[in-house]
């Protein structure tokens, strides 16, 4: 029987051996510490993360070195001094004697004894480590006694050279390595778990995904118990969000924010940043797939929030800003088709973007010229001296280097001497001219990239340039038609028909260079509408339901047609079945206007122009004669003349200047939104 023990025993040891890799820096820092270099080493680190693992092989580092070794473990310990006292009294009694606590975090109202009462009274020569989730109390480091006496260990994910290690030690087949590695990244305990799972899934492969067992136990391992529903949803928002901040808390969770983002801020696997907070990666893949899985509803409800709330950052953040709330608004969106495959989310730190200054001409014209040819450098030129403000240049951050420019021009109608200057110009102009003309007040957009081939793709720099495009989309005012030029062989031509820029109308050549013009119609779709749409895409995962659920596209009318149609629906008021006829149902005019039912609030907001001509105290008589007719259903313009006890000329002349003063306010709020004149 005991051999049987001890063969089991040394079976588990040598598994546990070939799976602990990595941990070079803090093997050697607990080296040092059994040569006396200090005497109390505090581990912190999120559960999984590997504490428990470097506690046995400082165990058996301690044993080699001949020093006695005594082992505890919060789980099994009664959090009381006294037992701490007994079961841990030996090493005050040996100068050699080491110490580890493990899951330190269940006992973690000793700590201020522990410090206070019961390591001064350690022999010099004892070393004592404490391993738990929570990282100590700032006391520790405030007290310069313990200066040199006390080393913090902040253990996080291994390093891709050594979780690859893990993944080989496990014997996890390659094709299975690429898909392991992108859900656990370096988590131990992920990266285990995955590995034991995968490797006894025969039907496994490169698109393999972690089974919720998997996402179950690491929840468990990571998270654990939390104090209420309020914490458990304050923890889904910090995981799907790029960055949490109290104030994105307050808006989806308006009470006690303030407390949660202080819990949210003490947890173990959450890190602060300039920008607010997040979690670690395995911690916000293990809470989405456990939310989407456990409850579809709420995810969607809680993205929608939180999607909600980016959407108007965009719209009201200063310029500078911009960059930022788009960028969250990407990795919100981050499993939408590629987003992810052409997002880094590192371009705010690595790169850094510039308002266009007239000294950055020469050097832009020249990176144009070098990255696409003379007839691009020669548009630049044309453009930095006539719209310098359509400019923004990038530069790296570590030596200030120019590495990509953008620039967005911003066109209210055709001019001669541009469509010359510009093929791409002249080209955006006739595209819109075939496919839906500018309204009087519109304008166009033209979009246009230059970047070091380096920097294409995925990159810091394309973070901020498409950023920086999405923000213009999202805040213009009165935009008809954004084109976005790119050449035929850029690697996102595809990536962006995800977000509804298609390759319309024809070509545009510089010199021997094609571009396409992606264009987005944004009377067609707004902006909201636009990002209901990416909602929908990410939550159902399938374009062609996305397009089953989509808000109907709006039509783009000219005035002709839109004042023909509102003469029709005024004689039709009173027939429901003719009014959702009317191509008004599919204006800006009714999509604007509450209620689910277009043909309703098309009568709505005609009985409502109706009533607003009499606003005008001179035009109470055109408003008689429109009420009259249509509101109170004269059978025929005779009867309605003679109820008013006018002549007929008199009244078909109030009539009909009355109509085209509802025409011409309804055209406005067409054009402009429902505002005040």
Known sequence: MSSGNDLLGQRLWAARERAFVGREEELSVFDSALRGALSVLYVHGPGGVGKSALLRRFAQASAAAGRPVTSLDGRTMDPSPTTLETEAGPVLDDERAVLLIDTFERVQGLEGWLRERFLPRLPIGALVVVAGRNAPDPLWTADPGWTDALHVMSLRDLAPADAAALLDARGVADELREPLLDFAGGHPLALSLGAAVAIKDSRASSRWTPTQDVVATLLDQLVGEVPSPAHRHALEVCAHAYMTTEDLLRAILPEDSASLFGWLRRLPFVESSPRGLFPHDIAREVLEADLRWRDPQGFAAMHNSISDYLAAQIRDASDPCVLRAVGSLFFLNREVGSTAEFNSWRGDGEVYEEVFRPEDTEALVRLAAEVENEESAATVAFWTARQPEAFRTFRRTETGELVGACSWLRLYEPSEEEMAADPIVATAWANARAMAPLRPGEHLAVGRTWVWEQYRGMS???????????????????????????????PMLDYLRHYDMRDVGEHAWLGDAEYALLAHDWRVMPAQAWLDRLNRLLLTGSPEETA??????????????????????????????????????????????????????????????????????????????????????????????????????????????????????????????????
Request: include cysteine; hydrophobic fraction near 40%; glycine fraction near 4%.
């Open 548 to 677: 089953a659920a989509a808000a109907p596209v709006l039509a783009v009318l000219s005035q002709e047609e839109f004042t023909d149609a509102v003469r029709k629906a005024l004689r039709h008021l009173s027939r429901p079945a003719e009014l959702a006829a009317s191509p008004l149902t599919r204006s800006r005019l009714v999509a604007e206007h509450p209620g689910p039912d277009p043909a309703t609030a098309l009568r709505a907001l005609l009985e409502q122009a109706i009533d607003d001509v009499r606003q005008d105290p001179r035009a109470d008589k055109l408003h008689r004669a429109l009420a009259t007719t249509y509101v109170h259903g004269a059978p025929t313009q005779e009867v309605a003349a003679e109820r008013l006890g006018l002549p007929f000329t008199t009244y078909r002349r109030h009539l009909q200047t009355g109509v085209e003063r509802v025409c011409e306010n309804l055209w406005y709020r067409e054009l402009y939104g429902a505002t005040e004149r």
């Open 460 to 490: 810091p720099v394309m973070d901020l340039v498409q950023w920086r495009a999405l923000g213009y989309c999202l805040r213009a005012d009165r935009m008809a038609w954004s084109f976005m030029a790119m050449r035929g062989d850029d």
